[in-house]
Structure formats: C-alpha cells, structure tokens
C-alpha cells in the first residue's frame, strides 16, 4: 500500500514537471516567433519600397517662402519614411528664424507632411540710427526680408515701434529694451479691444517715460501718459467710435481721470 502512494506521488509530480516543460517551451517558441515577428516588420518597413517618400508637403505657412522650404527637404525624397529623423528635419529649418515649431507627420504608405507654425511680425523696430527690424508679439527679432525667406508680400502696413534701443541685436534673439514689453502689451490690448483702431495707428513710442501713438492719417497724436492703460485706451476707442479724430491733432489723456473724460488739445 506504501508503495503504491509513492509511486501515485511520483507519477503526479511527473505530470506536473511534464506540464511545466511544455509550458517554458511554448512560452520560448512564443518569444522567438514574436521577436522574429517584429525583426522581420522593422526590417521591412526600413526597407520596403512602397514606404519611399515620393512627396514632401509643407502645411501652416503664411508668408515664408515655400519654395525654398521645399529645397531645403528635398533630400528627403526617396528616403525611407520610417528612417527619417524628426530632429534632422528641426535642424534644417532652424535656420529659419520665423520658424516658431515644426510637427512631423507620416502618411501611408510615401507622403510626409511638415506642419509649421509661423512667428508673424506684427511691427518695425526703429532707432536712432535709422535700422529697422521685424518682431513678433513675444519681441522676437524676425529674420529681414532680405534674406530671401519671405514669399513677395509688403510689409509697409505693420507699425512702428520707435526709439527702441536696437544694439546687438540679432536674429531669432529677443529685444531687450526695457520699454518693449510696455508697448508690446499696448498693441495687444488694442488688438484685442479694436482690431479697426490697430489698423490706424503708425507708430508706438516712449518719450520720458510716456507712451505716445500716432495715428496714420493725419498723425493726430495720442497722449497716453505711463499708467493706467488699458482704461484710456478704452476712453480713446470709444472716442474714435463715436467722435472720430478729423478736427484734432491731439488726444492727451496724462492729466485726466481715464474714467470720466479725456482732454482734447487742437
């Protein structure tokens, strides 16, 4: 009887290592066909020449030149589409200054697409020295038309903004004048508040610490003062709605209460 239960014992336990065996060589045969799965997947789609980029095509621009653009990726072209380095693509058009960010997008089975955000100038810097540059709403400094990165497109509408210490700067760099900031956050405001009113303003300015605007068609002079913003520029808005500016050259707003009145000077 002692040794039939021994050899019960040593049948089961025979199963149960049998079973186990079978498993490890199932779960092994499992990882081999997987791995050799997916070796052979990647090596097909860095090889397979479906997935040879036959077009390159450059989506978000507004006013950089497309064409250069283009030549810059074309090396792209007949590569793999798989084994092109999003990072190498940056590097390219980091040259670009107006470049603000790049999406690199694949699609099935040869296309790549290059999604790029623009910085958009928004106004000429001026100085003493008569140079001018292009920034953008963050006071990036944009990259000059003359370098042949902007599609044939006229600039002459954007703003001044003047008497802008302009030294050492550089392209893709930020302006550090401490008065940029100030009128940076004017601009917006009034383009937030009145789009039609932005359009009639020439340029922005600070005189001893005061900002001043002209307007574009009779240079009629806003006085802003240095405080209190976004209230006088709502009072002068809502002058120009109702009033209009023809029989002024002008609008001084330093000395009044920007809640109840401006002073109007011929």
């Given at each position: ?7 019960y014992k ?36 860095s ?105 044939d ?23 550090s ?18 789009p ?29 003062g ?29 000395f ?11």
């Amino acid at each position: 009887m002692h040794n039939m239960r021994r050899t019960y014992k040593n049948k089961n336990y025979g199963q149960k290592r049998n079973i186990l065996l079978s498993f490890f060589c199932l779960l092994i045969l499992f990882l081999i066909l997987a791995f050799t799965f997916a070796y052979l997947s990647l090596y097909g789609l860095s090889h397979w020449k479906l997935l040879e980029v036959e077009e390159v095509k450059i989506e978000g621009t507004q006013y950089l030149n497309k064409n250069l653009l283009y030549l810059r990726l074309a090396s792209f072209e007949g590569q793999n589409l798989f084994k092109i380095n999003d990072n190498i693509i940056r590097e390219i058009l980091s040259e670009y200054k107006r470049i603000k960010s790049i999406k690199v997008i694949r699609k099935l089975p040869n296309k790549l697409k290059i999604i790029i955000q623009e910085r958009i100038p928004i106004a000429h810097l001026s100085s003493n020295n008569e140079s001018q540059y292009m920034i953008d709403k963050e006071g990036i400094v944009l990259v000059s038309n003359s370098i042949g990165d902007f599609d044939d497109y006229s600039m002459n509408d954007l703003p001044v903004f003047s008497r802008i210490n302009t030294n050492n700067l550089t392209s893709g760099g930020v302006v550090s004048d401490k008065n940029i900031k100030i009128l940076l956050n004017i601009y917006d405001h009034i383009e937030k508040v009145n789009p039609d009113f932005l359009k009639r303003i020439s340029e922005f300015y600070m005189q001893d610490n005061e900002v001043i605007l002209i307007e574009n068609e009779r240079c009629v002079k806003f006085l802003l003062g240095s405080e209190e913003f976004p209230e006088r520029i709502d009072k002068l808005i809502f002058a120009y709605q109702n009033f209009g500016f023809a029989n002024y050259s002008e609008i001084d707003l330093r000395f009044s209460d920007p809640k109840n009145e401006i002073i109007i000077l011929r």
